[in-house]
């Protein structure tokens, strides 16, 4: 055992560390790094939406400690907008390979469980793009008893890591968010699509609890999903999701990562039934689309008639990144009776329309006009897949708050895509 500043000895000239998503990360230990930045000379953190704001996030530390996100959250997204950390476009479940192909990946700074027994760690809440790099490239662990210990391919024996030091400090809670009229709408139409026995990847938010709560009328429901919270435990412990149906991993809740209560925390401790799998096999499309009616559930902030989803930027900002959404929209394109649904309120909170003729000009697209299936906001769901240009204008115009109807068709034929 070793204490956090001990992974110094660890960090060269130029390194690239790479840290996981949301709990996942170290928090002593890269305290450690920040308070002897001095001693570091181009270093790079490489991550996924990290916890908490650092002051190497902002910059701080130049030519010494620098963040590359590769989504953004409260964490890091200030700090990009400042211009004090940099951003990479990818897919998550290309996250892996970009960086073996793109950086030095030269150590994994991660939190676990405690070791058990027989000398293993487990990544608890995560496995990530972190797990594909267990056996590759050397550990230093932060062991934290109060990290719920899960199964899956995210274990790492004692002798793989090359340090590992104890913190004890509770994980941070992310409470259910608290669902509008609006989200019950939506979660009411697309629950009325989705069978007994599909298959489930849903995200984390409004829409997606007021939709894991229309489901419990359900049956045999699997998940197969990048994020897993308090959403799934609620329908497990009610029998609705038991993945008896499921074609991979059957009988288990297949997730990259974890987020939610402390409840929920102590539910995934030891449960068998949960699988932490690495997000290059979780998110892969082509293993995506091996599972029989796969139904993919992402949120969008605004569309276009053509049916391209921006999912990344509010008002032309960057605010996230592309996460899975493109991952599991062209998984379910391919899987057996699987549908993929875009959700979004039809305005914003100022009453601006998020369907619009055209998407605005630095506005980066999310999902593909080719690839999306279904777009619902609580006026109703378009179905785009298959339909021409002017079908699908038409369609969701239909959907769009009706205070913006006859100006999105006013303006459709005055772009040529509503004849």
Same mark, same amino acid.
Request: net charge negative; charged share 20%.
């Given at each position: 055992?070793?204490?956090?500043?001990?992974?110094?000895?660890?960090?060269?000239?130029?390194?690239?560390?790479?840290?996981?998503?949301?709990?996942?990360?170290?928090?002593?230990?890269?305290?450690?790094?920040?308070?002897?930045?001095?001693?570091?000379?181009?270093?790079?953190?490489?991550?996924?939406?990290?916890?908490?704001?650092?002051?190497?996030?902002?910059?701080?530390?130049?030519?010494?400690?620098?963040?590359?996100?590769?989504?953004?959250?409260?964490?890091?997204?200030?700090?990009?907008?400042?211009?004090?950390?940099?951003?990479?476009?990818?897919?998550?479940?290309?996250?892996?390979?970009?960086?073996?192909?793109?950086?030095?990946?030269?150590?994994?700074?991660?939190?676990?469980?405690?070791?058990?027994?027989?000398?293993?760690?487990?990544?608890?809440?995560?496995?990530?793009?972190?797990?594909?790099?267990?056996?590759?490239?050397?550990?230093?662990?932060?062991?934290?008893?109060?990290?719920?210990?899960?199964?899956?391919?995210?274990?790492?024996?004692?002798?793989?890591?090359?340090?590992?030091?104890?913190?004890?400090?509770?994980?941070?809670?992310?409470?259910?968010?608290?669902?509008?009229?609006?989200?019950?709408?939506?979660?009411?139409?697309?629950?009325?699509?989705?069978?007994?026995?599909?298959?489930?990847?849903?995200?984390?938010?409004?829409?997606?609890?007021?939709?894991?709560?229309?489901?419990?009328?359900?049956?045999?429901?699997?998940?197969?999903?990048?994020?897993?919270?308090?959403?799934?435990?609620?329908?497990?412990?009610?029998?609705?999701?038991?993945?008896?149906?499921?074609?991979?991993?059957?009988?288990?809740?297949?997730?990259?990562?974890?987020?939610?209560?402390?409840?929920?925390?102590?539910?995934?401790?030891?449960?068998?039934?949960?699988?932490?799998?690495?997000?290059?096999?979780?998110?892969?499309?082509?293993?995506?689309?091996?599972?029989?009616?796969?139904?993919?559930?992402?949120?969008?902030?605004?569309?276009?008639?053509? %049916? &391209? #989803?921006?999912?990344? $930027?509010? !008002?032309?900002?960057?605010?996230?990144? *592309?996460?899975?959404?493109?991952?599991?929209? /062209?998984?379910?394109?391919?899987?057996?009776? %699987? &549908? #993929?649904?875009?959700? $979004?309120? !039809?305005?914003?909170?100022?009453?601006? *329309?998020?369907?619009?003729?055209?998407?605005? /000009?630095?506005?980066?697209?999310?999902?593909?006009?080719?690839?999306?299936?279904?777009?619902?906001?609580?006026?109703?769901?378009?179905?785009?897949?298959?339909?021409?240009?002017?079908? /699908?204008?038409?369609?969701?115009?239909?959907?769009?708050?009706?205070?913006?109807?006859?100006?999105?068709?006013?303006?459709?034929?005055?772009?040529?895509?509503?004849?």
């Amino acid at each position: 055992m070793n204490a956090p500043t001990d992974v110094l000895d660890l960090v060269r000239d130029g390194a690239d560390l790479i840290v996981p998503i949301h709990h996942g990360e170290p928090h002593t230990v890269i305290d450690a790094l920040e308070a002897h930045a001095d001693r570091l000379t181009g270093v790079r953190i490489h991550q996924m939406d990290p916890a908490r704001e650092r002051p190497y996030i902002n910059g701080e530390y130049p030519g010494r400690l620098t963040h590359v996100s590769y989504y953004l959250g409260p964490g890091c997204r200030q700090a990009y907008w400042n211009g004090t950390c940099e951003l990479v476009p990818a897919h998550f479940s290309e996250m892996p390979l970009l960086l073996r192909e793109h950086t030095r990946h030269s150590l994994v700074l991660a939190a676990s469980t405690m070791p058990d027994e027989q000398g293993y760690f487990s990544l608890g809440t995560n496995a990530d793009y972190v797990a594909a790099f267990i056996g590759e490239v050397p550990f230093f662990l932060e062991a934290n008893p109060r990290m719920p210990r899960t199964f899956g391919q995210n274990q790492i024996h004692v002798s793989q890591v090359a340090g590992w030091c104890v913190a004890d400090y509770p994980l941070r809670e992310t409470m259910p968010a608290v669902s509008d009229d609006r989200d019950t709408r939506i979660a009411e139409l697309v629950a009325e699509r989705v069978p007994n026995g599909a298959c489930l990847q849903i995200g984390v938010g409004r829409i997606p609890n007021a939709l894991l709560a229309e489901l419990a009328g359900h049956r045999d429901l699997g998940v197969h999903t990048e994020a897993m919270s308090d959403g799934v435990m609620h329908l497990a412990e009610q029998g609705v999701v038991t993945g008896v149906r499921k074609k991979l991993q059957r009988d288990k809740h297949v997730a990259t990562f974890c987020i939610g209560t402390r409840r929920f925390f102590d539910w995934l401790d030891g449960n068998m039934s949960v699988a932490m799998l690495p997000v290059d096999w979780v998110n892969d499309p082509r293993v995506v689309a091996r599972e029989p009616a796969m139904m993919s559930i992402n949120a969008t902030s605004e569309i276009d008639l053509m %049916g &391209q #989803a921006a999912s990344e $930027t509010i !008002a032309g900002r960057y605010w996230s990144g *592309s996460g899975g959404q493109a991952d599991f929209a /062209r998984g379910a394109m391919y899987s057996d009776g %699987g &549908q #993929a649904f875009l959700v $979004t309120h !039809a305005t914003t909170s100022d009453g601006i *329309s998020r369907i619009k003729v055209q998407l605005g /000009r630095a506005t980066p697209v999310t999902t593909l006009k080719n690839t999306i299936d279904h777009v619902v906001t609580e006026y109703g769901i378009a179905e785009l897949r298959g339909r021409s240009i002017s079908r /699908r204008a038409a369609a969701l115009i239909a959907i769009a708050h009706p205070d913006h109807r006859d100006r999105l068709t006013y303006e459709a034929r005055h772009a040529g895509l509503l004849h």
